[in-house]
């Protein structure tokens, strides 16, 4: 009798009943985003994940018809479904809400926060309002806990540098940032993982001292010094 193929790993759990259709895509997603349903990976049937999320086959229906039509998925006839392998070109389709990364496209993305994030950090001690502080001081904080889990140390550390964002006031930076957030979400874990979190606790106390201060220039230093280590971090262990 053949062996039955082990389920791949997952963190999908019971839905509530508040936009239940949008609760069972959000969390396909993460599993592809997270990693735990890699590439080529085949995953659970329709009657699997309706019992897994406790939610009707005609949700999990729709939700993978849909990340289907987004090339997320790719059903094949009589054998089930299967994550699709990303070209370079499907990963920078903006209808993609997520990015497939190599650290390859990690330091691409890095370039880019190297270009953008000096300016933003600079605008954030210049607009930070006393309430702006406390979210950043309650963030390093969650950081800090979080320093023994990757997963959720990156998560703090990606809402430390939205908070930066949303400090400048500016609508086209917050529209970018939140086209790009799932990217740099996924972006952030792998950096976590590979790096640790010894220089993000660093250089994020550092530039909240300089945005608390309203210094802009060390603020937009320090962000330039962060990145660029995070660069030649990332490229080092490429190689």
């Not at 049937?45 to 999320?53: A, F, G, H, I």
């Not at 389709?93 to 997520?98: A, D, K, R, T």
Request: charged fraction near 25%.
């Amino acid at each position: 009798m053949p062996r039955r193929a082990r389920p791949p790993a997952t963190t999908l759990r019971p839905l509530g009943r508040t936009s239940v259709r949008s609760q069972v895509y959000e969390q396909m997603k993460n599993q592809i985003l997270s990693g735990l349903w890699a590439p080529g990976t085949k995953i659970p049937s329709e009657n699997q994940l309706s019992r897994m999320l406790g939610v009707s086959r005609i949700s999990v229906r729709e939700s993978l018809q849909k990340m289907v039509a987004l090339e997320l998925l790719e059903a094949r006839q009589g054998d089930g479904t299967y994550v699709r392998k990303f070209q370079a070109d499907q990963r920078m389709n903006s209808l993609i809400p997520m990015m497939m990364l190599t650290r390859h496209d990690i330091v691409d993305v890095l370039e880019f926060r190297r270009i953008a994030e000096t300016g933003i950090a600079a605008l954030a001690a210049r607009r930070a309002t006393p309430e702006d502080i406390a979210e950043l001081d309650a963030l390093l904080e969650k950081m800090r806990k979080a320093r023994r889990s990757a997963a959720e140390f990156a998560r703090y550390d990606l809402e430390y540098h939205l908070a930066l964002a949303r400090m400048t006031r500016n609508p086209v930076i917050l529209k970018i940032f939140g086209v790009i957030k799932d990217l740099l979400s996924s972006c952030m874990v792998d950096i976590v993982r590979t790096l640790g979190v010894k220089g993000g606790l660093l250089y994020h106390a550092r530039i909240l001292a300089a945005v608390r201060s309203g210094n802009e220039k060390l603020a937009q230093k320090l962000m330039a010094e962060h990145v660029e280590n995070t660069v030649q971090g990332m490229t080092a262990k490429r190689r």
